[in-house]
């Protein structure tokens, strides 16, 4: 366990400072609570029965989808401006797909599963082992619309960030299911906007990616696996119609302009892969 971690806990039952027992035990002095330590990982919340962890995936500016590469860019942006004295929680980190970004920064991990990558296990939606107001940033990568229990995670952060602490979440919003069965949720601009306003947060940035051209590729690969007849003729042709758009539209994107983040209210158009956005706690 990180030392400086242990310095940030409390027990979620009490608020009281915790100790460390033993190499695998937490300890309240105030009302016995004790938290098991597996790992070097403070086990607050118990792991779903029905989740299953996903393969550990190498990311990167340059790697994954443009979702991703878009998210990415955002988050390194926001990032690299704050203090290099900032303590920075990633709230549902899962294998470190942007721990990148936090080296050698104050950063602390959380996941509701043990992933080798993370500090500690816990849901913010049930329990919040850290000290209030001790965080400058939080953020919820692709977090949010797996979270059932959204507006309390989201009240939930915001006690254990300061005043004029910002939480930064990118959410996907035309994204086809995925982690099921734990995707719960599409936000439009007016929920996170009300989410934010509910919950404590004002909108400092609300920014959304756009690219056409990616959005028509994942409409062709549904049509691809989904919508064609296993075989005859018809497969034959159609696949052949297919196979024939989708290098127009790979010719088209050398010639239109590349998929972008935008502030959203400067955007006509109301259909972008996913939304980025930058909430600040309201003194």
Not at 29 to 58: D, Q
Not at 207 to 235: A, K, V
Not at 242 to 262: A, D, M, S, Y
């Amino acid at each position: 366990m990180k030392s400086e971690l242990l310095q940030l806990l409390v027990c979620p039952k009490c608020q009281h400072r915790l100790e460390s027992q033993s190499a695998d035990q937490l300890f309240c002095p105030e009302c016995g609570n004790k938290i098991r330590v597996e790992e070097g990982k403070p086990l607050f919340t118990s792991v779903p029965a029905t989740i299953e962890p996903w393969e550990k995936v190498e990311r990167g500016p340059e790697r994954g989808t443009v979702w991703r590469r878009s998210n990415w860019q955002y988050l390194n942006e926001k990032i690299s401006k704050q203090p290099a004295d900032a303590k920075i929680l990633d709230v549902g980190a899962g294998h470190g797909d942007f721990a990148d970004i936090f080296e050698g920064r104050h950063y602390f991990s959380l996941d509701i599963f043990p992933y080798p990558e993370v500090d500690l296990v816990v849901d913010l939606a049930q329990d919040i082992p850290f000290i209030e107001e001790t965080f400058d940033i939080a953020v919820l990568m692709n977090v949010l619309e797996h979270v059932y229990e959204n507006r309390k995670l989201i009240r939930n952060i915001g006690k254990v960030l300061k005043p004029g602490g910002q939480l930064i979440i990118t959410v996907p919003f035309l994204l086809k299911v995925h982690q099921a069965p734990f995707d719960f949720s599409r936000y439009t601009p007016y929920y996170l906007t009300q989410l934010a306003e509910e919950s404590g947060f004002r909108v400092k940035n609300l920014d959304g990616y756009y690219n056409t051209l990616y959005l028509l590729n994942e409409s062709l690969g549904n049509l691809w696996q989904y919508s064609i007849r296993p075989n005859g003729l018809q497969s034959f042709i159609a696949k052949g119609l297919v196979f024939t758009i989708q290098r127009l539209i790979n010719g088209l994107g050398k010639l239109i302009e590349p998929g972008k983040i935008r502030p959203y209210v400067q955007e006509a158009n109301p259909a972008p892969v996913g939304y980025l956005v930058v909430l600040e706690k309201k003194a």
